[in-house]
């Protein structure tokens, strides 16, 4: 890592630098798999649990971006073939998100990106330091996702 004035990295850097790497690896992985269209703006709508099934106000709230924000991604991703906004069925003032074929496809070839960096990253830490993060970060997860409505 780079020497900084400021001293070492806080938390959020350890968080953010590994994530950064995830996210480089899956735009990698879409690119790899023909999904060249995705930008990594387009990761913020895709990310887990993902958009299926989902209100496009449940999905801004969920990222921490402006409704105009996440119907602009969504508007890009739907002419991609990515997903269409459909009408809610229990109330038709509002659409629903529901993932394509293509959309879905994208959808795994993320997580098979993060799966095959979790397994580099058990063969360098170990198995069980892998998991015990794994198990810090779930603990930490909880403690936050109501603080931060999930993001």
């Known amino acids: 890592m780079v020497d900084s004035p400021y001293g070492p990295p806080l938390l959020g850097a350890l968080l953010r630098i590994p994530v950064d790497a995830i996210r480089q690896r899956m735009m990698d992985a879409l690119h790899a798999d023909g999904f060249s269209d995705l930008i990594p703006a ?3 709508v895709m990310r887990y649990p993902g958009p299926d099934g ?3 106000v449940e999905i801004a709230a969920y990222s921490g971006m402006s409704k105009q924000v996440v119907n602009h991604h969504l508007g890009q991703l739907e002419k991609l073939g990515y997903l269409k906004r459909l009408d809610d069925p229990d109330d038709r003032r509002f659409k629903r998100v529901h993932l394509t074929e293509r959309g879905h496809a994208a959808i795994h070839t993320i997580r098979a990106a993060v799966a095959e960096t979790e397994q580099e990253w058990a063969r360098e ?4 330091d892998l998991e015990q993060l794994r198990a810090i970060l779930t603990r930490l997860a909880t403690i936050v996702a109501p603080a931060t409505n999930g993001r």
């Open 125 to 128: 830490l170990g198995t069980n």
């Open 42 to 44: 387009h990761l913020i």
């Open 54 to 56: 989902r209100q496009p």
